[in-house]
């Protein structure tokens, strides 16, 4: 295989993961292995036991995720090689008895993750965790929303000890594989080896420990893991769609241990923050596309890094598949097709919100930013620090600085507050109505 071919198959890789999920990409294709590049089809090949539901079930994800890379539409051919077992490799999960580990994301470096307002703390203590596994943060607990980096910070932490950590054993997984593969390990009653590739290790992490709510028997494994790594000065990284406190389907025990380090967020990138992900996207793809089209993509995807990538992914398709300069009218075209706004950059900012809450609840700006407590007042600022969370690219930190240095989760807690309510209160949901159409004129 060509090394063009090589780096290629690569980018496929981090494109498969982006359209179908870790999960499935570790059960079904990762263990695929390309062969080349034979004219218009591109040979694969894999274990006997996922190769033909890969190619039948992710044949179109396989198709996509080529086309996009490699500029031109290709037909899929995936062979079943049986001289090759899923078993072989460690990271590579067979359908029959997962094995409870992902190989780090090559791409997934510190070196790749762009950094701004809304990461910067939780890339510092990542970072800080890398470089001395085990004595800077133990645990280092990163939450957020799904595709604002989680992963790759936790792929980045993996790569670094492999790279710099003078032989630290590093082994990552998703809190999804590691309840797979323990119950797998009782289901085959060989929970030694189970036990022994989690606790003999230097650094552990785990992704998406959301996924072990009532799932007493995993729990109880990795609160006895999370012990026993503790005790060696071993290192626990773990990520969250939420703080540990609000994993409400998780025993006390082990929630109390996942707060007893560093609890750091990524919240949503502002434009600026945006703009450089592409940036830093297209030139590590080796794209052209001009600044102006990369803010139109910018100014439409708000929502997470993946949706980011993924929509500049689709634009150099498109403009290969169709000839079409990589420039604002094609940006524009294919956000549409994606059901994306090509939209103007937002000029909402914090201290407007302010204003126009005080008009319409009636209330002075000392008091929206006071200690008060009285009803008006406590909703008129809840309502503003949701507005501020729903229409400005600002963090949970950030929002609260603006409102007289309160902390993050009392912003966090007036989001949750004034979302209920805009549920179940018919003059909550007319109030924030009211304000977005002020703001938005």
Not at 15 to 31: H, S
Request: proline residues 4%.
């Amino acid at each position: 295989m060509t090394p063009n071919i090589e780096q290629s198959w690569q980018d496929i890789q981090v494109a498969l993961r982006e359209r179908v999920g870790e999960r499935t990409y570790g059960l079904w294709l990762a263990p695929l292995r390309c062969v080349g590049l034979d004219g218009d089809t591109l040979v694969l090949a894999g274990p006997a036991e996922v190769s033909n539901w890969a190619s039948s079930r992710y044949g179109g994800a396989l198709r996509e995720a080529s086309a996009a890379v490699l500029g031109r539409e290709v037909t899929i051919a995936v062979k079943a090689d049986t001289g090759l077992a899923a078993g072989q490799a460690e990271p590579l999960l067979a359908p029959a008895a997962p094995a409870a580990a992902c190989e780090p994301n090559p791409k997934y470096t510190f070196e790749q993750f762009v950094i701004g307002e809304s990461n910067h703390l939780a890339h510092a203590a990542a970072l800080a965790v890398a470089e001395l596994p085990g004595q800077a943060y133990n645990p280092l607990f990163i939450y957020g929303p799904p595709g604002l980096g989680k992963t790759h910070l936790l792929h980045a932490i993996a790569n670094y000890v492999r790279a710099f950590g003078g032989g630290l054993i590093v082994r990552c997984s998703t809190a999804e594989e590691f309840t797979n593969g323990f119950l797998a390990a009782l289901a085959s009653r060989d929970t030694e080896r189970f036990k022994s590739r989690f606790r003999r290790v230097d650094v552990l992490l785990i992704d998406d420990v959301q996924f072990l709510e009532r799932k007493a028997r995993s729990e109880e494994e990795l609160f006895h893991t999370f012990n026993a790594l503790h005790e060696v000065g071993s290192q626990l990284v773990v990520s969250s769609d939420r703080l540990p406190a609000d994993l409400a389907g998780i025993e006390e025990r082990l929630r109390e241990r996942f707060a007893g380090g560093l609890v750091t967020d990524i919240a949503r990138p502002d434009r600026a923050t945006r703009l450089a992900i592409l940036r830093k996207r297209a030139s590590y793809d080796g794209v052209r596309i001009s600044d102006d089209a990369l803010g139109v993509i910018a100014d439409g995807v708000t929502t997470n890094v993946r949706a980011l990538e993924g929509a500049l992914i689709r634009v150099v398709a498109l403009g290969s598949l169709e000839r079409r300069p990589l420039d604002v009218s094609l940006a524009s075209d294919v956000l549409a097709r994606q059901g994306f706004a090509a939209k103007a950059h937002t000029t909402v900012d914090i201290p407007r919100i302010q204003a126009v809450a005080c008009e319409h609840f009636g209330v002075e700006r000392s008091e929206l930013l006071s200690r008060s407590r009285a009803a008006d007042v406590a909703w008129a600022r809840q309502a503003a620090m949701y507005l501020a969370r729903e229409l400005t690219d600002q963090s949970l930190p950030q929002i609260g600085r603006a409102f007289a240095d309160r902390d993050h989760t009392t912003v966090l807690h007036a989001c949750r507050r004034v979302a209920r309510e805009l549920a179940a209160n018919a003059q909550a949901l007319a109030d924030v109505e009211a304000l977005t159409t002020k703001l938005s004129s």
